[in-house]
């Protein structure tokens, strides 16, 4: 099992930015992705950007593209999420996840980002 803990949310105003961090404990040996997830209220969780763990090739939601970038050091098994440019639609609990069995079966608690307009 891997133990996630997230940091780094908070409270910006719209064209500002924030970097989630993300620390991962426990059997890391298996992980193939690491994931950033975020959920706005009445809204379902989605996607936000992912890295491979050995590779670290990256993915992106549309909405983010441009503005976020995802990286990881393994030496400390932390993922981070540098978010840019933040507009108030960001606003959302931001989780991170890992991957270990080709699905996302490892969640953190969530870190709260809100951008004021």
């Known amino acids: 099992q891997v133990q996630l803990v997230e940091s780094g949310g908070g409270l910006v105003q719209a064209g500002g930015s924030l970097r989630l961090s993300c620390a991962a404990s426990?059997?890391?040996?298996?992980?193939?992705?690491m994931g950033w997830f975020r959920q706005a209220p009445g809204k379902e969780r989605e996607f936000v950007a992912a890295?491979?763990?050995?590779?670290?090739?990256?993915s992106y939601a549309d909405s983010v593209k441009g503005r976020f970038t995802i990286s990881r050091d393994n030496a400390k098994n932390t993922v981070y999420l540098q978010m840019n440019s933040l507009k108030p639609e960001d606003t959302a609990v931001y989780y991170c996840?890992?991957?270990?069995?080709?699905?996302?079966?490892?969640w953190g608690q969530g870190t709260q980002v809100t951008v004021s307009s």
């Open positions: 996840a890992a991957d270990l069995s080709f699905v996302y079966d490892s």
């Open positions: 426990g059997d890391t040996s298996t992980m193939n992705r």
């Open positions: 890295i491979t763990w050995t590779g670290g090739i990256t």
